[in-house]
């Protein structure tokens, strides 16, 4: 599967708005910086991104994907 970054950004911006329960997102957040980003969450949002995006996430990679850019990063490299 063949993704533009707009196209990612998009999709990523409303997975991420859905999951967080929020109405405005910043693509260069981090967990740091979204309160509603918390451990049970972040299984939410990593299982959303292996159905929307048709992936496989390895451990590793979940475990440091805690800011937007490092996910979209990952999800282009598993792309």
């Known amino acids: 599967m063949s993704i533009n970054t707009t196209e990612l950004d998009k ?35 990593i299982l959303a991104i292996e159905k929307e995006f048709k992936i496989k996430i390895r451990f590793d990679d979940v475990m440091i994907m805690t800011s937007i850019p490092i996910i979209k990063k990952k999800i282009i490299n598993y792309l």
């Not at 990523?12 to 980003?37: A, H, M, Q, R």
Request: aromatic share 6%; net charge negative.
């Open 11 to 45: 999709k990523l911006e409303e997975l991420l708005k859905k999951v967080f329960k929020i109405e405005k997102i910043n693509l260069g957040s981090s967990i740091e910086d979204i309160s509603e980003w918390d451990s049970l969450t972040h299984t939410q949002l």
